[in-house]
Structures are given as C-alpha cells and as structure tokens.
C-alpha cells in the first residue's frame, strides 16, 4: 500500500503553484496540439469580455442583456465556501481564458474535420465501437464544435441537434421558451458564470412521439492553457419521446488551474423519457463546477447517469424537478477521487406533485488522499402524497488516510409519502488483496478489480461502450495508485 | 519434472516465532499431507509460502525448481505456479467467477497480449464439466454469500483453470460436511497427476480416506516431527496426538 504523500502538509497555495498529482500516470492525456485561435477574448473576465464573446457569435441584443445581467450576478454572489471547499478560493478569475474559437463553422462530415482533431480522438483512445457514432457526434473543441453531424436519421424524424450557438440561431424561439428556465442565472455563482460567458454546448429539440433510437454524443475536451470551457446544453423532449444522450470528457495535463463550468437543462414533457450519461475523466488541475437539473412534467422520466473521475475539484449535483403526476426522478452516480482530488457529487430530487418517484443510488471510492463527499437533497412538501423515494450511498475506502463525507438532506413532510435511506462504507482489505495477487493479479490489478466489482451493479446500467471506457478509466487510475 | 523445496524454514507474525526451521520437499505427482493439532503453524507454513504480507520470513528459503521465491511479490509466485486453496476464501462483491478467473489468465499473459475470449470460454466450460460444476455458478459474484461447499468448490474450480505447478490446501475440510469433502476430493482426485504437486493442511485424517496421500508429515510446534507414508495417520487417527507428544519426550 502507498505511504502518505506530501499533499497533506502542502499548504493550499502551495497545491495551486503545483499540480496536485501525485503518484498518478497520467501521461495518456499529457499532450496538447498546437491551435491556431483565431478569436480569442483574452484573459480575465470584464463587461468588455462579454461583450466581445456575444458580438464574434453575432448574437440577438436580448442575448447579451441576458450575459450582461448574469455577469453582474456572478460578480455580486460570494463563493459558496459556508458550506463548500475553501479550495474554491484558489481560482484567479483573472487568468482565466473566457473565450476561444478556432474561427470554423461546424464540420458537417467526417472528412471535412480537421487531422489535429481527429489525432486527438485517436489519442484519447475511443474503441472502435464508439468511433461508428461518430458520426452523430457534436464534439466540442475548445470553445466551438469543431464537427457537429446530425445523422440523416435522426433529422429525418425531426430532431435537432445542434451546437447552441447554432441553436440560438436557428431556433431562437424554441431556445428563448426554455433557455435559463430550469436553472435561472442565479441559481448559483457558477451557473451565472456560465450564463454570461458561455459558448459550445448542445441544443437538442425532439418532437412529440420521437424516440430517438441511437444515443447522441458529445466529447468535450479543455486544450488551452488557463482555458475555462463554459459549455451549454439544453435539451427539450416534447411530449411522449426519448432521447439518450452522452458525453465524455477527457482533458490534456497542464500545470496550472482550470475551470470548467457548465450547465445543463433538460425538459421532458408529458410522457417523456431523457437520460443524460456523462463518463467524465478530468486532468488533476480542473476545477469542474457544473449546474445540472431537469425537469420533468407528468408521467415523464429524467435519469442522469453520472460519472465522475479525475479533477481536482468536482462539484456536481444533479437534480430532477418532479413537476408533474407520477413524474420519475433517477440519479445514478460513481465517483473516484484519486490523491489530491476532491469529488464533491450527489443530487437533488425536488417533489412537486403528487405519485412522483425518485431514486439515487451514489457510490464513492477514495484512493490515498483522495476525499469523496455525497451531498443530497430530497424534498417531499406535506401537502403532496403517494410521493416515494430511494437513496443509497456506498462509499469505498482504499487506505486509510481517505476521507468520505455524507450530507443527506431528506425533508419529507406529511404521512402520505415514503423515503428510505441506506448508506455504507467499506474498506478494501487486505485479505481480499491478497487473495487475488494469489490468482496471479499484481495488486494495481486486485484494486482495479475490487473497484469494477464495487461499481458493477451500476456500471452494468450503462451502454456497453461506456462501461468498457469506464473500466478502461479505472484500471488506468488503480494501476498508477498502488506504490 | 518440478520441485517445491522448503528448507530449514522459520517464520514470524510479529515478534513471535511460529514455524521454526521446517524442511520438506514436494515435487512433481506427490501428495504431502501435513497433519498436526491446532497451533501448531500448519496454517502460516502455507499463507508464508504464498507470500502473504503479514508473515515474515526470519530464516531458510523457499524453491521452485531451484529459484527463490522469497523476494517475490505473492502475485510473481502465484504466477511461478503456486497455489493457495484457502481455508476462508474472500468475497469479491460484484466480481463474477467467470471474470475473476479471466483476469487473472490475463494477467499470466505478456504485455499487448490479450486473452482469447473464446478459447477461455470453451476451457472454463469443460473444467466445469470435468468438476461437474453447474454453467450457472460462475456468474455469481466470488464466494458472496456461497455456503461452505460453495466455497471450496470455487476454489477447486481456480485451481483447475489455473493449473498451478503445487497447490498448497490449507485446511481445505475444516467445517465440511461429507458431500463438501467429497467435492475436494473429487476434485483434486481429478487433477492430480504428473504434472502437479500437492501440500495436504489438515487436522482430521478423515480427508485422507479421500485423497490418498503418498506422504504423512506430523508438525509439532513449528516443525515436522515425524514422516511416513499413509499408514502414519491411520496411526495418529487411533492413537491421537498424545502420542506423538509422548514420543517426543522419550526422545
């Protein structure tokens, strides 16, 4: 088992001069190709920045007051550091790049993309098996979609599915309906961060009745020194379709701080089913402070799917608004927080009618000095009934200097509604340990086995091809943890 | 033709000294059976063997074909064909038979090499056939939950695919009934030949009614005191280890 590192005695401006990583490979993602930024807003975040960013997209004045509005919001709220990490306090603002543009208009084919970008895929190493939805793929590089395809498919049913900007675009009355209404501007310092400076994103619109039969997919990844990624999606299933939407995130290592704020919104109609999976692998200086929270009106069904590893910070929660009757609310989600990460994750399933339905099942693994906390809210008002939910936590601890925290928030009023709660911790021991280096594994193999098998009854609710990345992530993160 | 050589071995947990200078040598096609009263340090004899972390070695060597294996990590020995039937196995929460076994093949394969899904197929499946093992079994999570049977039958089915050069069994029949022994024995019965070498751990003489050992070996506070073929623990089994404590005093 590895010893204590030195993090521990680190200083916390001491851990933002360095990168915190310690003991990790993480040389797969330790590249970085050279962009020519043929916009670029600069450093530092001001009225001018904004403006800058609304004026390159060519946006509506209503656009701008909007970002205007929000950056004065963002200015005026504190840091949420009450109740969350002082680590937040790390981040200069000042030297963050708010925006980025390769100055091209999304790639409509495979061919059309640039050899840089599809080198960079290669790198990232996504399995045959996922390069075939390709096609479909909105993939954000840097600030911009550098391809974004539509699938003959998937437009002859109807469906948009464009990179916001476009959407704003093309479709500025349907954006304008739901734009910021799941999460308005203020909901917190990072969402209104988010809503004055950003670009990149999805916009998907599904028509009434359409079940989308292929997963939609984005990769999103951070190529520039100092660059914050403020993407934006929002996604509309009108009544009674399902979407299945994906992304995976992977960044390259740089030795300073960078943030990552985005914010997601997902309205599902009467009858509608949305489910949003993320497999998300953050370099170990990323701050990935993210708003995401659907709603969903009667007998509708939103299920996030969430996977959070690498990072320094993530904190992410999120939540389901069960609007209408009989509504169902689901919050799958793993954490791995490796030495010198945090993974601040949990969810937020907010009743608001009656027989509507939540479950959150969160599971944690703590590797040395990484520390995991859940945070949840469930809210049940007295005055509904026949409202039911579900939470479950397990954490699993690999040594035993990790840290975990649980902060379940579950309100429920009345005595017409019911909730259960369960929550462990668990250690991997050493007898376990040893009984599988006894089968001839090493012990970064035994970890990573023991950690599969912790996650199994979830991972196996994901697409296969996320699952294969998954593991592929967790062996990568076991095999660099053990000494 | 392989060798399993312990020689003038002494091992400690902790300060405390518990096998103290214990030789024997195994090869290829033998079965030793080690017998002795609890304490004795037939248990840590097996677990210091296969490299566990809490037994250290204060003296002596262990050899496969000639090779120490002392500075070797308890996987580089598993590797090496050692093999270790526990006597309470560990539960994997989440991992299924079938995938522990297919990554610790992988594991015994080189860099860039990938295990051929099928052919391990094809050979877990007549393993389980030749154990009469049920297809079903394999996809239940490593010994979570499994009865004491369960238990021993999932280790004979590792040490089948596995197919070590010595298969150490460490009290293999401590809290069996006799349809659990008769799994054991069945099993090793199945595998032994030539190519492998078996450490019998057992208090009872009942499991060698099972499996005929070819040597009886009485360890007596750290060593081995006395050294036979099969009629030994006929004799134990009548005369109990009294006997063996008395002689040793005469002596």
Redesign the interface.
């Known amino acids: 088992m590895k010893p204590p590192t030195e993090i521990e005695t680190m200083s916390a401006a001491d851990t933002a001069a360095e990168n915190p990583v310690v003991g990790i490979d993480q040389t797969a993602g330790d590249f970085s190709y050279k962009v020519d930024y043929a916009f670029d807003a600069g450093t530092g975040l001001s009225e001018d920045t904004v403006r800058y960013i609304s004026s390159v997209k060519k946006e509506a004045s209503w656009l701008l007051e909007f970002r205007l509005n929000a950056l004065k919001k963002f200015l005026a709220m504190p840091l949420p550091t009450h109740w969350a990490t002082k680590d937040l306090e790390n981040i200069d603002f000042s030297k963050i790049r708010y925006y980025l543009s390769q100055g091209q208009k999304p790639k409509r084919t495979w061919d059309e993309v640039p050899d840089d970008i599809k080198k960079t895929f290669e790198r990232l190493g996504i399995p045959e098996q996922e390069r075939k939805f390709l096609a479909g793929v909105e993939a954000q590089f840097d600030s911009e979609a550098a391809y974004s395809n539509i699938k003959d498919l998937v437009s002859k049913q109807g469906v948009i599915f464009v990179n916001s900007t476009e959407g704003l675009r093309e479709h500025p009355e349907l954006f304008k309906k739901f734009f910021g209404k799941v999460i308005p501007t203020g909901d917190n310092k990072f969402s209104a961060l988010n809503s004055a400076v950003f670009s990149g994103g999805s916009f998907i619109y599904v028509p009434k009745g359409v079940k989308v039969a292929q997963p939609l997919q984005a990769y999103f990844r951070i190529n520039a020194e100092n660059f914050g990624q403020f993407e934006r999606t929002l996604i509309i299933a009108d009544e009674g379709s399902e979407v299945v939407y994906m992304e995976g995130c992977t960044a390259p290592k740089f030795s300073t701080s960078t943030l990552h704020s985005a914010v997601v919104e997902l309205v599902a109609l009467k009858g509608a089913k949305i489910q949003y999976i993320t497999v998300q692998n953050w370099a170990n200086n990323v701050f990935n402070l993210v708003t995401k929270r659907g709603v969903a009106h009667e007998d509708a069904e939103i299920k996030w799917i969430d996977c959070n590893i690498g990072s320094r910070l993530t904190m992410k929660y999120p939540g389901v608004v069960l609007k209408g009757e009989r509504a169902r609310g689901e919050v799958l989600s793993i954490a791995l927080a490796n030495d010198g990460q945090h993974q601040d994750t949990g969810a937020k399933m907010i009743h608001a009618a009656n027989n509507t339905t939540s479950n959150i099942i969160a599971k944690s693994i703590s590797v040395g000095q990484g520390r995991s906390t859940y945070r949840g809210v469930v809210h049940i008002p007295k005055h509904l009934k026949g409202c039911k939910n579900n939470t479950e936590c397990d954490a699993l601890l690999i040594n035993s200097n990790s840290r975990t925290d649980t902060y379940p928030a579950i309100t429920v009023r009345g005595d017409r509604n019911a909730t259960q709660h369960e929550a462990s911790v668990s250690k991997v021991?050493?007898?376990?340990i040893?009984?599988?280096?006894?089968?001839?594994?090493?012990?970064g193999?035994?970890m990573s086995?023991?950690v599969?098998?912790?996650?199994?009854?979830l991972a196996r609710q994901f697409p296969m091809e996320y699952s294969v990345e998954l593991k592929r992530l967790i062996d990568l993160e076991m095999e660099g943890s053990v000494g | 033709m392989s060798s399993l050589e312990i020689k003038n071995l002494h091992v400690a947990i902790g300060d405390k000294e518990i096998v103290k200078g214990l030789s024997l040598t195994i090869r290829s096609g033998e079965i030793h059976a080690i017998m002795g009263p609890n304490g004795t340090g037939k248990s840590t004899l097996s677990k210091a063997i296969?490299?566990?972390?809490?037994y250290a070695i204060t003296g002596g060597d262990v050899l496969v074909d000639g090779v120490s294996i002392l500075e070797q990590?308890?996987?580089e020995r598993?590797?090496a064909g050692v093999?270790?039937a526990?006597q309470y196995?560990?539960?994997?929460?989440?991992?299924s038979i079938a995938?522990?076994?297919r990554?610790?093949q992988q594991?015994?394969l080189g860099e860039g090499e990938e295990l051929d899904a099928t052919a391990y197929y094809k050979r877990l499946y007549s393993k389980m056939d030749l154990l009469k093992i049920d297809r079903k079994f394999t996809s239940r999570?490593v010994n979570e939950g499994f009865s004491g049977g369960e238990k021993k039958r999932c280790e004979i089915l590792?040490m089948a695919m596995?197919e070590p050069k010595f298969a150490l069994m460490d009290e293999t029949d401590s809290g069996l009934d006799i349809d659990a022994l008769r799994i054991v024995a069945d099993g090793v019965n199945t595998m032994r030949g030539p190519n492998l070498g078996v450490l019998l751990i057992t208090h009872y003489q009942r499991l060698l009614d099972y499996i005929v050992p070819d040597f009886v070996h009485v360890m007596w506070d750290g060593r081995i005191v006395k050294s036979g073929d099969k009629s030994l623990a006929l004799e134990l089994e009548a005369k109990g280890y009294d006997w063996v404590k008395k002689e040793l005093v005469t002596a």
């Open positions: 021991n050493e007898e376990m040893f009984y599988m280096q006894q089968r001839g594994l090493t012990e193999q035994a086995l023991a599969n098998g912790f996650i199994n009854d | 296969a490299g566990h972390p809490d990590e308890a996987d598993a590797r093999f270790l526990f196995p560990s539960e994997i929460p989440g991992v995938n522990f076994l990554a610790a594991a015994r999570s590792q596995l």
